[in-house]
T-cell receptor, first 115, second 115 residues
Framework: NAGVTQTPKFQVLKTGQSMTLQCAQD?????MYWYRQDPGMGLRLIYY???????DKGEVPNGYNVSRLNKREFSLRLESAAPSQTSVYFC??????????????FGSGTRLTVV | AQTVTQSQPEMSVQEAETVTLSCTYD???????LFWYKQPPSRQMILVIR??????QNATENRFSVNFQKAAKSFSLKISDSQLGDAAMYFC????????????FGTGTLLAVQP
C-alpha cells in the first residue's frame, strides 16, 4: 500500500526552467493539496483540489499551476522557476470533501533547489 | 482569516522528562479541528494527535496529550516520558469544518531531546 507517492524526491533547476511535480495516491481520497515548506514559515498551501475536477488557489499560488488529472493524480507545475521557489514541496490527501476529524496523509516531499 | 501561532521556535527536554509545546489560534468559527504533526529528520509528516472543537475532553494518545482551552484559543501538546525518538519538528494545525478541509499550519517548534 503506497499511500501518497511524490516524484521526484530531489530536483535542481536553473532559473527559468520549467518542471512538473507529480503526486499520486492509491487511497481513493477525494481531496488533494500542495504545500510548500520553508524554514521559519511552516507549511503554506499553494493549491488544492477539493474533489476531482476542481482546483482552487491557496495562500501562495503565484508562479504555480496545477492539474487534477483524475482522482488519483494531482500535479504541480512551475512554468519558469525562480530562486524564491526553492523549497520542500508536499502533496497531501484527505478522504472526503466536507470535513470530519480526519488528518491529512502526506507524501514524502520533494526538495527543489532553483539556482 | 484563521491563523495559527507557535511562539516557541525551539525547545529542549531531558530524556524521560515532560515537555509542553504551545499553540494558539485565531478563528471566528465554532466548528473546527486541531492537529499536531511531527516531522522527524526523515521529512515525513506524521499525525500525532487530533482534537475536535466540540469535544470538551482533551485528546490523549499514549504519551501525547493536549490541553485544549477553547475560550482562550489555546491548544498545547504535552509529551510525557520523552524519548530520543521524539526529537523532531512539531507543527500545530487548524482546519475549519467547511468543505475544503484546508489545513493552516503554525511555524513549528523544533524539539531536542537530551540523553
Amino acid at each position: 500500500n503506497a499511500g501518497v507517492t511524490q516524484t521526484p524526491k530531489f530536483q535542481v533547476l536553473k532559473t527559468g526552467q520549467s518542471m512538473t511535480l507529480q503526486c499520486a495516491q492509491d487511497m481513493n481520497h477525494n481531496s488533494m493539496y500542495w504545500y510548500r515548506q520553508d524554514p521559519g514559515m511552516g507549511l503554506r498551501l499553494i493549491y488544492y483540489s477539493a474533489s476531482e475536477g476542481t482546483t482552487d488557489k491557496g495562500e501562495v499560488p503565484n508562479g504555480y499551476n496545477v492539474s487534477r488529472l483524475n482522482k488519483r493524480e494531482f500535479s504541480l507545475r512551475l512554468e519558469s522557476a525562480a530562486p524564491s521557489q526553492t523549497s520542500v514541496y508536499f502533496c497531501a490527501t484527505h478522504p472526503r470533501q466536507g470535513g470530519g476529524g480526519y488528518g491529512y496523509t502526506f507524501g514524502s516531499g520533494t526538495r527543489l533547489t532553483v539556482v | 482569516a484563521q491563523t495559527v501561532t507557535q511562539s516557541q521556535p525551539e525547545m529542549s527536554v531531558q530524556e524521560a522528562e515532560t515537555v509542553t509545546l504551545s499553540c494558539t489560534y485565531d478563528t471566528s468559527e465554532s466548528d473546527y479541528y486541531l492537529f499536531w504533526y511531527k516531522q522527524p529528520p526523515s521529512r515525513q509528516m506524521i499525525l500525532v494527535i487530533r482534537q475536535e472543537a466540540y469535544k470538551q475532553q482533551n485528546a490523549t494518545e499514549n504519551r501525547f496529550s493536549v490541553n485544549f482551552q477553547k475560550a482562550a484559543k489555546s491548544f498545547s501538546l504535552k509529551i510525557s516520558d520523552s524519548q530520543l525518538g521524539d526529537a523532531a519538528m512539531y507543527f500545530c494545525a487548524y482546519r475549519d469544518g467547511g468543505a475544503t478541509n484546508k489545513l493552516i499550519f503554525g511555524t513549528g517548534t523544533l524539539l531536542a531531546v537530551q540523553p
